[in-house]
């Protein structure tokens, strides 16, 4: 406003004027008060509408009251509007970076003019008389108010480029704003001035207008001039969610979160201090600034300043964007987007991070089902069938066919009360493996029955159990067979003491009393002695011979099969046992067969020795021998028989029926007989005959088994 005041302006367009700069006024109030703007903008702001408050009071006092104004007090309520020009001035570079000096410089004139104004304050008059000392003032007063006006509107013109659409609209606001104010306060300047009060206070009026729109602009203006940043977001969201990769997030957010905010550099620092990524903000200046943010922050999503740096926390790293000084006073919108990118790019973050521990507990699982075996399967009713599965069908390869009718059968047949399924499926094949399969009913349908289950491929367990079956299985056999050892070398040992002490006596006894009486005994005497001393040697023999042939035989002795005359080899046999005549009746079927001849002849002579032992020297002992599929040789004689309870255990070793009295024998014989037959693929064993005696059998393979 100018230091000369026309007296007789129109009070309505002044009154106007008066209530516009008071609205203007209390909205900065209230900014201050809720610290809603930073508070030195909303100061600044609020002291340049305040200060021309007085003039324009002192216009409305002189247009509705002229006497009531006097020459002092309206000098001194000049001097609030000489402040108006440092004040807008202010509140410019709280919105864009000035050099320290400039501001000083602004502030020195300021006081210079204040002061010169108090010196020459009686020398103004309402009237508008002049002396050269005010004209002076006038002046400079009118080129500071020019020069600072021009340059808060440089300065927010300026500000504007770069910044996002609603920031950039309400700085121009603004700015058209100073202009309108510059322009009225010329009108008002010029020569008959006076008179166009309508016209310098319109203008000052639309002046005023806006700037508020540009300081405090209403929802709907906003909503218009930031619809360019509201695509702005959603092309932000949309970078950010393209994204693919948790790592690659961060960098997807930099250059959105920099358009959102008109920001001139943008870095990211991590939880320990390191910069991920950076843009126009030095490293160190980075974490200096991601430092504080982290020790003033309350909230985890709070938005901190540091300097024109906005810091806001993404993660456990801290997003930084070098902003405009503009921002944050007139950026809240832009900087609501900013969070909102934030928080969508840290939901982000976490579906692609979980994304990727489900991923990786997938191949977990695959990797572990791979290394055990297991596969799921999936029962479809409507199909009747099991849904392919590439698991599934890895593992089962060929025997998927004959797996899914075990499953499809298991369904069908009548559920247990929890309605669990589980089976075990061998499938024959070239591997022959073996599954195990179990289910449970669906959770979606329990009256459905099983719908999805596991198989596995048990083939290496089932194995590894048969395996150890075999491996106990052959222990216990081998415990056995060395308790049976133990038993039969107890047995040997009593026998052969036995068997050895009657012939080793004889001998003993025969022998030294022909040493002793020799002389005395006549020819016939030493003669039977001698063949006394013979048999009993021939039977020490017999028995070691047999001993011998049990040992080799229990020893896994290889047979020697040779073509042979089995009818013959009977009666070759029978006829060197000096049996006497009428002994032995034979009953042969002639025929050749692969036998072991030695052994073979051993069955017989053994067997009919046995017989010969025991049966009545008046009956005969028949010798019977069948060829057909087997070699079958039966002996049959009228002794005493052998119990039925020991008609198994006579062929073991050293055994000897109950009823074979003194009878002389060591109980190898038989035992010889059975592993002779054994090792020819056969058997031997003994039946009562009817009428008295026994039977006794074997039977030989023809073939090697």
Known sequence: MPLEVSMGSDTTFITALLLVHGLVVLRAVVDIVSARVPSATAWWFGITFATLIPANALLWLDTSTPASVSDLAFALSLLPVIVYPRALFGFACSLCPTPRWLSLAATAST???????????????????????????????????????????????????????????????????IVFLVIANIVRSTRGGEDLVPAWATVTIAGTILAF????????????????????????????LRVERPELVGPALLPAASRLVGGHGVALVAGDGSVQSASGIP??????????ARAIRTEPEELVFVESIACVAFGDETLLVAVSPATPAFGEEELELLLTVVTTANLAMTRLQAVDRLRSREAELVEAQRLSRLAAWTWDPALERVLPDPQLDRMLGADRDEIERAIANAIAAPQTTDGMIEFDVEVAGTDHRSFHVRSAPSAADANSGPARGTVQDVTDRVAAERALRDAVEREREAADELRRLGRLKDDILIAVSHELRTPLTTILGLTTTLQDHAVELDEQQRAQML??????????????????????VRRGTAIDRVETDLAA????????????????????????????????????????????????????????????DTIGITVLDRGPGVPVDEQRSIFEPFTRASNSGSMPGSGVGLSLVAEFARVHGGRAWIEDRPGGGSAFHVELATRPT
């Open 569 to 628: 080899l009977v009666r070759t046999t029978i006829d060197d046992l000096a049996l006497d005549d009428g002994a032995v009746t034979l009953e042969l079927e002639h025929g050749i067969a692969p036998v072991d001849p030695v052994k073979v002849g051993r069955i017989v002579e053994n067997l009919v020795g046995n017989a010969r032992k025991y049966a009545p020297s008046d009956e005969p002992i028949v010798v019977k021998l069948e060829l057909g």
């Open 111 to 177: 006081v210079v003019i204040a002061i010169w104004l108090l010196l020459v304050i009686d020398q103004i008059t309402i009237d508008g008389a002049r002396r050269p000392a005010v004209s002076v003032l006038i002046g400079v007063e009118s080129l500071q108010w020019l020069v600072l006006s021009i340059a808060s509107i440089v300065l927010l013109v300026r500000t504007s480029a770069g910044t996002p659409a609603l920031v950039r609209a309400r700085l121009q606001s603004i700015a058209l704003g």
């Open 213 to 240: 729109i540009g300081y405090s602009p209403p929802a709907t203006i906003r909503s218009r001039w930031s619809r360019r940043d509201r695509s702005s977001l959603r092309k932000a969201i949309a970078d950010v």
């Open 283 to 292: 490293d160190v200046t980075a974490q200096d600034a991601a430092a504080h």
């Open 531 to 552: 063949d006394h001393v013979v048999a009993g040697a021939q039977r020490l023999d017999r028995l070691l011979v047999d001993l011998l042939d049990l040992d080799r």
